[in-house]
């Protein structure tokens, strides 16, 4: 089956110069070898409502930087999914959209994993997250966490069909992604909203354990409800 001829990784970001240079390093390791490989990339950073020096950071990358005001993730990772489909129009349907965190590290096969997904016919590939190190997480909030997180998970080599969705580790195809009328404009929730739309219209998705992200336990956390919520609240329990 004939892949994605262009990929583009979204990443919105809301005054994170402290972490955003770890993530873009990752990210452009990442985009090595579908680039060699033929498919054309591009490196979106969405700077939302930002006071310090995320844009320029993201610039200085080699990133299209988007500099808006939505205070909103939703807004703004559909931003960037607008903006790659802008550039990247002439592959129209072929092209490939990941997303990932402005605190998030991913590894280097990662969109090599999603692209090859996307080539056996999946339309979206939903994946998981491990944990950084850091300071505010305790062995204690890390044990709760995992007892949470993995709940359900098959002992052995049995794949793990999760429950989990994450705007840190996200891809779907540009046409599927169209149908489900795209990111919605929520400040939280966004990810999982159009994975339940594009489940809703029948397409294939598959939830993967198998190409985690390293994503931030930080206390200092950007969106209210999100994961870093989540770690809040398990630390409150």
Known sequence: MTGPSACAVIVPAHNEAATLPATLAS??????????????????????????????????????????????????????????RDRLAAHGEALWLATTDADTVVPPGWLVHQLRHARGGWDCVVGTVRLAAH??????????????????????????HHPHVHGANLGVAAGPYLAAGGFPPLTHDEDRTLVARLEELGHRILRT????????????????????????GLAAD
Do not use: M, N
């Open 135 to 160: 300071p505010a997480l305790s062995a204690a909030r890390a044990a709760r966490h995992d007892a949470h997180y993995f709940a359900g998970r098959p002992k052995g080599p049995a794949a793990w």
């Open 27 to 84: 990210v452009r390791v990442a985009l090595r070898r579908p680039r060699r490989s033929g498919v054309e990339v591009l490196l979106v950073v969405v700077a939302d409502a930002c006071t310090d020096a995320t844009a320029a950071i993201a610039a200085a990358a080699g990133a299209l930087v988007l500099r808006e005001s939505f205070g909103s993730v939703g807004q703004a990772r559909a931003a960037g999914a607008d903006a790659a």
């Open 209 to 232: 354990d198998d190409c985690p992200v390293l994503t931030s336990a930080r206390e200092d956390y950007r969106a209210p409800h999100g994961f870093g919520a989540f770690l809040t």
